[in-house]
């Protein structure tokens, strides 16, 4: 049975796990003679070279892969695509706005379906960040995570699931309306972000304008002022080290100080990526072919 990953929801612990001791095992050449198929809706930086030299490492020829060359629902149906796309590729993976698209792919693939992000979720960015939350705690367990911001968007999402799945201890601090509505059990949200950060080992932000919610820009800078990440907010957690997804905008979520500060970690996050998409990518594959 084919294995996809469109969301950490409904993944175990072993799951999830598997996928970050893969992340920093030896690559095996999975994907040798083989392409992967990148479909991009929104473009990216990160999500490109991580995906494509993830596939690389695996033995595999990544396909980069626009809206205007696929023509999905427009020119071809999603299952006739995903369909030809599996007659050259051991993996598609798609960058989308709406998450059903992906949930079509996957329902007509023969071959893994990876979300490289969707307007809900963005499990590789989770997997990423578990992993340097790991190599910087020591452990994921029982570690204090404040997310500061925008909780309701596809990074919050993930994170929450991935913190939840292996018992770190996430609070989401936002203003009214903007807290994450489907929070797993287990997260906790407050409104004040002095109240989230104190005693965290790691502080979390995001853009408060994400690709998609230009025309709601000065909105969101409003709404948000309160919740910048700044020295004096990390001052209220001694110790703790930030991170952020990228891309950033100092000066907005986030200082400079703060940013490239030395209890930075987006540096460290961002090369991740690319070694938590490769533990994904082997474990999918590893998992696909070990089932009937």
Not at 67 to 93: F, K, N, P
Not at 214 to 228: G, N
Not at 254 to 268: K, L, M, Q
Request: with cysteine; glycine share 10%; aromatic share 6%.
């Amino acid at each position: 049975m084919v294995r996809h990953l469109l969301t950490l929801d409904g993944l175990g612990r072993a799951e999830i796990e598997a996928m970050l001791a893969l992340a920093e095992a030896a690559p095996a050449p999975v994907l040798a003679g083989k392409g992967a198929a990148l479909y991009f809706e929104k473009p990216s930086a990160r999500t490109r070279n991580s995906m494509e030299l993830a596939v690389h490492q695996l033995g595999g020829h990544p396909v980069y892969l626009t809206a205007g060359e696929l023509g999905i629902g427009t020119r071809e149906s999603v299952e006739d695509i995903a369909r030809t796309l599996a007659c050259y590729h051991g993996v598609i993976a798609a960058r989308e706005f709406d998450h059903k698209l992906l949930v079509a792919l996957a329902a007509a693939s023969p071959v893994p379906v990876v979300n490289m992000l969707s307007g809900s979720d963005h499990p590789l960015q989770a997997l990423a960040d578990l992993l340097t939350i790991r190599q910087l705690c020591g452990r994921i367990e029982g570690v204090k995570v404040a997310y500061v911001g925008d909780g309701d968007n596809n990074v919050a999402r993930s994170l929450a699931q991935g913190c939840v799945a292996l018992g770190a201890e996430l609070t989401i601090a936002s203003p009214e309306g903007f807290g994450l509505s489907d929070a797993p059990a287990g997260v906790r949200q407050v409104v004040d972000p002095l109240q989230a950060v104190r005693g965290a080992e790691v502080v979390y932000t995001d853009v408060w304008v994400s690709m998609g919610q230009e025309e709601e820009s000065l909105f969101r800078s409003v709404k948000l002022q309160d919740y910048q990440v700044n020295g004096a907010l990390m001052a209220e957690a001694p110790g703790a080290w930030f991170l952020h997804c990228l891309p950033a905008r100092r000066g907005e979520e986030a200082t400079a100080e703060v940013i490239d500060g030395p209890r930075s970690a987006v540096w460290r996050q961002a090369e991740n990526r690319m070694h938590s998409a490769r533990g994904a990518l082997m474990w999918l594959l590893a998992e696909t072919s070990s089932r009937p």
